[in-house]
């Protein structure tokens, strides 16, 4: 059975950068988009990014307004692991990560499997 294993995560500081990775194991990837999600204590889960899968989608990248051009989202279908970039980060950036594969690439797109997400905590 396919599951996602989010690596990454800890403690940084305001403005400085992590990489989250999200690892398939079980079996090939088999959603159309992965996404990355965050929730942040208190508060639901909100959609960060998605990015297209298969060979002819690769190359799309849907972004949240308050990550746009802070956060990158890219994949590597051959290791089967998906990541997130995150630059410039601020407090409010603090919550849990979690990767996911979904059916499409839109925030509202039905999620097919949920890593067990990963806690990144930005420190002013």
């Known amino acids: 059975q396919e599951q996602l294993v989010e690596i990454g995560g800890g403690l940084v500081q305001a403005g400085g950068s992590t990489r989250l990775s999200c690892v398939v194991t079980g079996s090939n990837f088999s959603s159309y988009a992965m996404g990355w999600f965050r929730q942040a204590p208190g508060k639901e889960r909100e959609f960060i990014a998605t990015i297209g899968w298969s060979d002819w989608t690769s190359g799309i990248r849907l972004y949240a307004d308050h990550v746009k051009g802070r956060f990158a989202i890219s994949r590597d279908s051959a290791k089967n692991t998906g990541y997130l970039e995150m630059n410039s980060l601020k407090p409010e950036d603090t919550g849990v990560y979690y990767c996911?594969?979904?059916?499409?690439?839109?925030?509202?797109?039905?999620?097919?499997?949920w890593g067990q997400g990963t806690q990144v905590t930005v420190s002013s």
């Open positions: 996911a594969g979904l059916q499409g690439l839109l925030a509202t797109s039905k999620v097919n499997y």
